[in-house]
């Protein structure tokens, strides 16, 4: 955990091969020597200065998912190449009106994404402020799944797999096989969920609670929201508030989730989502005598809904074409950095239609600029801001983005980040 100090963290991170995965070494990648990397934790109106040190065999750089930052300067730059042996200084001013909550960290170089967090290259990112919660507990859960041979060597999918967007054999919590986590009854346990599976969707429960669920996407809710099942697609976020009031083990489950497949050879192609069985990510040890459960905070500090004067509409189509043209589009192009596939004015808001004309989901991830999903058409926007919405095969979502801050260039992308080292992924400039 590295903590800011007088609105300044200033941090190394060092990405090299070599680290301990699911309790054993293993050849996964680290940053400073662990998979997960260190949690970097600053406020709202810090500078957040990473110098990226690259010490695997191939170009990476880094990316602060979701944060709500410039895209100019190199904060939020996904065009950024770090050869092997050199290393880069990322300079990201956090807004001092940043919303609090959960973010994480990851490595953007196009083509090898999925690969480099799937070698374990990953970290969790918090920006804290005094709104936070009183809780007995707040601890990260970062969800990453790899598969591993015998020796600890990670193993890559097949091309067929890596189209569907692979799903690793082993899901880890903070790089842990089914950590447990243990409460006293009575206590309230803040959780905050990252799924940072290159394509798994998780379809979360918890044996004998509802889920509490407090943040989206780093976000606050305007109240707590209870859930039996919560779906968090890759790159997703959920903050959680865990209350037992009873002695228990309570696995934290996963249970399968159809996604969709390539479609000619069905099962065979999907990433494994669909033909598995619940995966268990952890369970909650409660031990103590039974206390009921602390109350809930009936409201919560989310932030403003954005005005609903929409400049300009825009429908974008996620597609991917089958036989010898097999491809993952965006309306009909495959990713170019030179290209500016949409300009928009700084100040306006607009309305976007994702539309998924594929057999299998795709998350829809813009970067710098947080959206609300309109659901349904028509009606006013959910008063939730998010950074990753799933678009279902077939279906289409509607996003209100305000563009009201933050020049510069950036992208969006599908967030089974197979997908998006396919092509998967387009520009926007903000000017
Ligand atoms: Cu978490 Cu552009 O990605
Ligand atoms: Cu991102
Ligand atoms: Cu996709």
Excluded at 65 to 83: E, K, M
Excluded at 90 to 115: K, L, N
Excluded at 139 to 159: E, H, K, Q, Y
Excluded at 236 to 255: H, K, Q, T
């Amino acid at each position: 955990l590295l903590t800011s100090r007088d609105g300044l963290l200033e941090v190394t991170l060092t990405a090299a091969p070599g680290t301990q995965l699911a309790g054993r070494e293993s050849s996964a990648w680290a940053y400073n020597g662990t998979s997960p990397g260190p949690t970097l934790r600053v406020k709202a109106g810090d500078l957040l200065r990473v110098k990226l040190v690259n010490n695997i065999d191939q170009p990476t750089n880094l990316h602060t998912h979701g944060l709500h930052v410039s895209p100019q300067a190199n904060s939020d730059n996904p065009f950024v190449t770090v050869a092997p042996g050199n290393s880069f200084d990322y300079t990201i001013a956090v807004p001092a009106d940043h919303p609090p909550g959960t973010y994480w960290y990851h490595p953007h170089h196009h083509g090898t994404v999925a690969d480099q967090i799937f070698a374990g290259l990953a970290g969790a990112l918090l920006v804290q402020d005094g709104l936070d919660l009183p809780v007995d507990d707040d601890i990260v859960l970062l969800v990453t799944d790899t598969t591993l041979d015998g020796a600890g060597n990670v193993i890559p999918p097949s091309p067929m797999v890596r189209m569907a967007g692979r799903e690793g054999e082993l899901v880890l919590v903070n790089g842990q096989y089914q950590p447990v986590i243990t409460a006293s009854p009575g206590t309230t346990h803040r959780w905050r969920i990252i799924n940072g599976c290159v394509s798994r969707v998780l379809d979360l429960r918890l044996e004998g609670h509802r889920l509490t669920q407090i943040a989206l996407d780093g976000v606050f809710l305007p109240a707590p929201a209870e859930h039996d099942r919560l779906v968090l697609a890759p790159g997703n976020r959920a903050d959680l508030l865990v209350r037992p009031a009873d002695s228990g083990r309570y696995a934290l489950i996963s249970e399968p989730y159809d996604r969709g497949g390539l479609g000619m050879m069905g099962d065979m192609m999907n990433g494994g989502s669909a033909t598995r069985g619940p995966v268990t990510l952890a369970t909650l040890h409660s031990q103590g005598p039974a206390a009921a459960a602390p109350p809930l905070p009936a409201t919560l500090p989310a932030p403003p809904v954005p005005p609903d004067t929409v400049t300009a509409r825009r429908q974008i189509t996620f597609a991917t074409g089958m036989g010898m043209g097999m491809g993952f589009t965006i309306d009909g192009r495959s990713f170019d950095p030179d290209r500016d596939d949409q300009r928009v004015q700084l100040g306006t808001t607009e309305e976007w239609t994702i539309v998924n004309t594929s057999r299998m989901d795709h998350p829809f991830h813009l970067h710098a600029w947080p959206f609300h999903v309109l659901t349904p058409p028509g009606t006013s926007p959910a008063a939730v801001r998010q950074d990753v919405v799933l678009v279902p095969a077939g279906g289409s979502v509607r996003l209100r983005i305000p563009f009201t801050d933050f020049a510069g260039r950036s992208v969006y992308h599908c967030h089974i980040l197979d997908h998006e080292d396919l092509g998967m992924m387009a520009t926007v400039n903000v000017s």
